[in-house]
């Protein structure tokens, strides 16, 4: 922990230890010497002065620098030495013209001169070394005075606040680079510990003349701080008004901390979403729909975490899989949405499955790493389980959510809940007592979150100013004590129009789609096997559910033409009675699903898409230009695609651009070329025809018979160079 001192204003008092205020200076020393050869010249033999004028000079001199030296408050050691070198230097100047100039007088003036000049001198650097000390121990007296009185004052707060007698405060404090506050180390009396100070929050903050938003919070310390020592944390501003915009969309590991916003010394708020789960509680309002996208952020960006959302009202997952659904953007960045009671129950089941899958197929790993835990990684990920509003889940689901959160935990299984209320009605026991992870937000009762925090008692209500307040802590990885954090925003309506960050939010998800899809990772076969139909078909039935009607009726329009093209070309998947055991044979028996099907599967763009005949035809282009460098360089099918597309200056007919590549030697399939668009990015310069898809958009526009553009396989003497007309 950085420390500073408690912060004091030091009084610049006259210096008294040297000639004056100023350091040593080059005019300084001339004026100096200047005052020594004043005098040494009055002995010039030729001067006709009587021995009585040397003798007054010297008192009026000696007077002048006694009076100088006392304004500038020089110490009474500095006036003496001023006043005997003038008083010497004028004596000798009475005597030699009492007595007469000599070669011998005027040398042992020299002498008394040169001395003079070295006593002036020294002094004064050795004034220069003395301020420093001076100065040095005059803040320390002012410092150990303000200290005192801060120590005292925190005494007396303490008492009359809380109670507690002979509390000490440490001289230092930790003054946050946010400037927001600061944390001062409090040591109890030895029989007490930080339970003394709870519930004493809000007086505290009272006390302190704190503003909402602001607040007190205290904290235990790590393993090797003693019982009696306790961090007061004080934010001296309302850190919680605003909205704080969602960094860069960074990969990371779920290995480390996720990120969900920032407390008010500055550092990042986070939990341990690998060893632990999480309990997110707040009313209506609070912001924890927010809350829980910002975390679904969060777990989007690890290249090593599978998320599974539990979601029957569709707002938590939406966002991360709208970009692929409306768009065509990359792919689903949430891995399973489920968005109905069946759809729940079947993921609770298949990671259950996956459970059991994972202890004993990995039980060598474990073994041969000497490992308790799995390690996740991208050929091994975890799995996330976020469950929003437990208590719209049935009894059989909630059954689900405790074994899977009492067995998953050594196989990277996790299960984190949400809900209005932190009751029973909301949270089961098991949820309760087995997740560490606790974010609070705004109750409509504060004893609702004394229940989040058993014996740690409710955080001051007063800092829950704005949507998106959290206290948040961590019974296993810290902050063990509840901490006051701001949550990051996510949505562009918390930002003004027209700034920078509004603009950002406006397409931030969609950026995430496009930034992240490349690093999100595949279940490992293992547990995908485990999971069988459920996880293979899942997109087969969670598109209707996500964009279908009420009657599971699923129209082109809603959603974009390549995931309704990639939706049409995949079976029918098992229904849910047959997958959760509701099926019987004529005979009573209950029908089981089989292990295997076909797989439902969303493809992955990659950088080549380009088959053997493509790449042939592309290293015959190649060797031409090496063998005639006159001849330009054939245009790559991408730049070729956006070329004509930025020709047309507008939406267009499939028909347009198809034929125009194939006639310009692309070999490849209808269904390659929307790859190819949707890789380019190019989706939203085609125009729709009625079913959502562009050949029927070509078909309609009577271009292309039967609604299929003309290919290679359609030359009935195979393919060749001549193009297709």
């Not at 087969?540 to 070309?569: F, K």
Request: charged content about 25%; proline content about 6%.
């Amino acid at each position: 922990m950085t420390t500073t001192e408690l912060p004091v204003t030091i009084t610049d008092k006259p210096k008294k230890w040297d000639f004056s205020r100023d350091a040593v200076t080059h005019g300084r020393l001339v004026a100096w010497g200047a005052e020594l050869g004043v005098a040494t010249a009055l002995i010039a033999p030729l001067a006709d002065i009587p021995w009585e004028a040397g003798a007054g000079a010297g008192v009026i001199c000696t007077g002048a620098a006694v009076l100088y030296e006392h304004a500038r408050g020089s110490w009474r050691r500095v006036m003496i030495a001023r006043a005997a070198a003038w008083l010497t230097t004028t004596g000798w100047l009475s005597y030699t013209l009492a007595e007469g100039p000599t070669l011998l007088k005027m040398t042992f003036g020299g002498a008394i001169w040169a001395t003079g000049a070295a006593v002036n001198i020294g002094m004064d650097k050795w004034g220069e070394e003395t301020r420093e000390a001076e100065k040095e121990l005059d803040r320390r007296l002012e410092t150990g005075e303000t200290i005192k009185a801060a120590q005292d004052g925190w005494s007396r707060l303490l008492e009359n606040i809380c109670g507690i007698e002979g509390a000490t405060a440490d001289p230092v404090v930790d003054r946050w680079r946010s400037g927001a506050g600061y944390t001062v180390k409090i040591t109890l009396p030895a029989h007490m510990n930080v339970d003394a100070l709870r519930g004493y929050e809000a007086a505290l903050a009272g006390a302190l003349h704190l503003p909402k938003g602001g607040g007190v919070s205290f904290n235990a310390g790590g393993p090797d701080t003693p019982r009696n020592v306790v961090f007061i944390a004080v934010t001296e501003r309302n850190m919680m008004s605003g909205a704080i915009p969602y960094p860069k969309l960074t990969p990371t590991t779920i290995n480390k901390p996720i990120g969900f916003g920032v407390v008010g010394n500055g550092d990042e708020a986070g939990l341990n979403l690998k060893d632990e789960g999480f309990i997110a509680i707040g009313a209506q309002g609070s912001g924890k729909t927010a809350l829980m996208k910002t975390l679904g952020l969060g777990l989007v960006r690890c290249i090593d975490a599978i998320i599974i959302d539990l979601d029957t009202s569709a707002k938590m997952s939406a966002v991360f899989v709208n970009p692929w659904l409306r768009y065509g953007i990359g792919r689903p960045l949430v891995d399973w949405p489920c968005t109905t009671d069946d759809e729940c129950l079947l993921a609770v089941r298949a990671a259950r499955d996956a459970i059991a899958a994972r202890k004993t197929e990995y039980a060598d790993l474990l073994e041969d790493e000497d490992l308790d835990n799995l390690p996740a990684r991208p050929d091994l990920p975890a799995i996330h389980i976020r469950v929003d509003e437990t208590k719209s889940m049935s009894d059989e689901v909630l059954q689900g959510i405790d074994f899977i959160i009492e067995e998953g935990r050594s196989v990277n299984v996790r299960v984190s809940n949400t809900g209005l209320r932190a009751t029973r009605d909301y949270i089961t026991a098991a949820m309760d007592e087995l997740t560490p992870g606790r974010i609070g937000l705004r109750t409509n009762n504060s004893s609702e979150l004394d229940m989040l925090y058993p014996g740690h008692g409710a955080p001051d209500m007063a800092i829950f100013t704005d949507p998106g307040t959290v206290v948040y802590m961590s019974a296993t990885k810290g902050p063990y004590q509840p901490v006051p954090a701001k949550a990051y925003a996510t949505m562009a309506e918390a930002f003004t129009e027209g700034s920078d960050d509004h603009a950002r939010m406006s397409t931030l998800f969609m950026d995430a789609a496009r930034q992240l899809s490349d690093i999100r990772p595949d279940m490992d076969p293992i547990t995908a096997k485990a999971m069988g139909l459920a996880w293979s078909q899942r997109w087969a039935r969670c598109i209707p559910n996500l964009r279908g009607d009420s009657h599971g009726n699923v129209t082109p329009d809603r959603m974009h033409e390549s995931v309704w093209e990639l939706y049409q070309s995949w079976g029918q998947p098992a229904s849910y009675d047959l997958l959760l055991g509701r099926l019987t044979d004529d005979d009573g028996y209950t029908r089981t699903a089989p292990s295997t099907g076909a797989a439902a599967e969303i493809p992955r763009l990659t950088e080549t898409i380009l088959d053997d005949a493509e790449l042939d035809r592309l290293a015959a282009q190649e060797a031409a230009i090496e063998l005639a460098k006159t001849s330009p360089k054939p245009k790559s099918n991408d730049d070729l695609a956006v070329e004509l597309f930025a020709s047309k200056g507008q939406p267009v007919k499939p028909s347009e651009i198809y034929p125009l590549m194939v006639r310009a030697g692309y070999t490849l399939s209808e269904r390659t070329f929307r790859d190819l668009v949707a890789k380019l990015g190019l989706q939203d310069k085609l125009v729709k025809g009625h079913d959502g898809t562009y050949a029927a958009a070509a078909h309609e526009c009577g271009e292309v018979p039967n609604g299929r553009v003309r290919g290679v396989e359609d030359d009935p003497h195979g393919g060749g160079d001549a193009p297709h007309g």
